[in-house]
């Protein structure tokens, strides 16, 4: 979709649609709608007054000017109340009407800057909005054919139409940082919705090297031989199962070439197929289990997005991918492992290999000497049964950290959730044979992941969040289709752009 960033009075422009938000309780109309209300004489009031529409949170009407204007719809979204109302609400409202002007058979569209009156600087809203009509009409069609007669609608052009010319650069700038973004996050959705037969390993470390050669960041790919020169006994007691060939993928940006403060490490597991090795998964909903390489999708749409948008940070991202198979290679319940770190761990289960390949990522991290440590996996069904499908699970080592990371939850909407890392749970993990055991039953199942994974992480601020409820979604939401949301990448991006704003921690 081509997005256009233009000065011009909203009456005065041809469009094929202009869309506006309307408040469920306002006494008057405000923003574009109040423009356009003038500009027809009263058609907006009009509608309302009739009572065939309301404003409701993310209802849609179209109406037609006829001679009045230029424009040839006019297509109104329900913002809810006014008291209600956030940020992540605009973003909802916004992905709305632009899939309500594109099932109209519309291609393009004209979207003031006001469109919500939402009280955002006009860089805020602009980024805002284009990021949320870019997720909204966001479509996974890599595997349909042409012939398949679904009469698939398709959005070509959006305008976002500025009032002043300070507002105009602003919202340029806003736009520009909201398409980085956006082409981030699809990525992210493109490679877990991609059948795990594509998105194999390898497919993850070629899609690293593209994005290393596009922005200029510096891609190593070690191999399962180098992961064993390594030391990577955890990484490997999964990978062994598979035939299909595994990647420790590891993307550095930096900033400039000037020597830079430590890093961030950012780590996502990616089990490009999950069967649940020899402890093998239930044959119902198997098929979903291609998305659990979704914490290193996100990882790397945040890497591509941070080079892209220069931010002024030394991120490095890790991506640790296998697929955990069944074979006569594979390991088994009661084998005993030696992690990268030297720890020895006696598996219980081989169907809880994320935490696995996690530890050997997070000692692996230590040697960046990094001034903190995130890592995001689709690790625990607990966290779905504790937490729904509406937040991820947050734990972690440092509250200063915690509290960045909640803060960029708030601003992004991609909510998260802390829970605890009590010493309790670490005697759930206890082992009469290893160092530690890789599960330690169904009580507080994804808060004992996450102490498993916090014995790797060391000294440095570390937290983990758990996207296994937020990683995929079962019906469509706001503006998220039904399918791979790319949970993580604005949330990531968002922390960085902060990050390198405040000086890290």
């Known amino acids: 979709m081509k997005i256009q960033v233009k000065k011009g009075y909203i009456a005065a422009e041809r469009s094929e ?12 109309l ?22 065939d529409f309301t404003g409701k949170l993310n209802k849609t009407a179209a109406l037609y000017p006829e001679k009045e204007l230029p424009l040839k719809r006019i297509v109104l979204v329900g913002l809810g109340k006014q008291k209600d109302f956030t940020r992540d609400k605009l973003r909802g409202a916004a992905a709305t009407v632009a899939r309500a002007v594109r099932d109209l058979g519309v291609t393009s569209m004209l979207l003031p800057l006001d469109f919500a009156h939402s009280g955002l600087s006009a860089q805020h809203s602009a980024q805002t909005l284009i990021e949320a009509i870019s997720l909204g009409l966001y479509q996974f069609k890599e595997y349909k054919t042409k012939n398949n007669g679904n009469g698939d ?23 520009a940082y909201a398409q980085a973004v956006s082409k981030a996050v699809c990525l992210a959705r493109d490679l877990v919705s991609r059948p795990s037969n594509a998105a194999t390993p390898s497919h993850l470390a070629h899609t690293a090297k593209t994005i290393a050669a596009q922005h200029g960041l510096v891609c190593t790919v070690l191999d399962k031989q180098q992961a064993k020169k390594t030391g990577m006994g955890a990484f490997l007691s ?34 490009t197929f999950d069967s649940g090795g020899i402890s093998i998964k239930p044959a119902q909903g198997m098929e979903e289990m291609k998305t659990d390489m979704a914490g290193g999708a996100a990882v790397l749409g945040a890497m591509q997005a941070a080079a892209a948008l220069k931010l002024p940070v030394h991120v490095v991202g890790i991506v640790p991918a296998t697929e955990n198979m069944p074979s006569g290679h594979a390991f088994k319940p009661g084998d005993i492992i030696k992690s990268l770190s030297g720890k020895t761990i006696e598996i219980i289960t081989t169907d809880a290999e994320g935490r696995l390949i996690l530890a050997d990522a997070l000692t692996y991290a230590q040697r960046y000497k990094p001034a903190a440590i995130i890592d995001m996996a689709t690790l625990t069904g607990a966290c779905v049964l504790a937490l729904g ?5 947050l734990m972690g080592t440092d509250e200063k950290l915690i509290k960045k990371i909640q803060a960029a939850a708030e601003s992004t ?34 808060l004992t992941a996450g102490y498993f994974l916090k014995a790797f992480a060391g000294d440095i601020p570390w937290a983990h969040i758990d996207i296994a409820g937020t990683a995929w979604a079962s019906k469509p939401l706001p503006y998220t289709p039904k399918g791979a949301t790319g949970v993580g990448v604005r949330l990531l991006v968002e922390l960085l752009e902060k990050w390198g704003n405040t000086a890290g921690l």
């Open 413 to 446: 909407g991609e909510k998260v959730w802390q829970l605890p890392l009590y010493e309790d749970y670490g005697e759930q993990i206890k082992s009469d044979v290893a160092d530690m055991k890789n599960a330690g039953g169904k009580p507080a199942g994804a």
């Open 30 to 51: 405000s923003g574009a709608a109040a423009a356009l209300d003038w500009a027809t004489g009263g058609l907006i009031m009009g509608m309302l007054k009739s009572g």
């Open 238 to 271: 999964v990978a062994w199962g598979s035939d299909e060939p595994a990647r420790f993928i590891i993307l550095d940006y930096k900033p400039s070439a000037k020597k830079t403060a430590p890093p961030i490490v950012l780590i996502g597991k990616a089990i």
């Open 389 to 393: 499908h509406a937040a991820s699970g």
């Open 153 to 175: 609608k398709s959005f070509k052009a959006c305008t976002l139409l500025a009032g002043t010319a300070a507002e105009l650069a602003a919202a340029k700038k806003g736009a």
């Open 17 to 28: 649609a202009v869309v506006a938000g309307v408040f469920e309780d306002a006494k008057k």
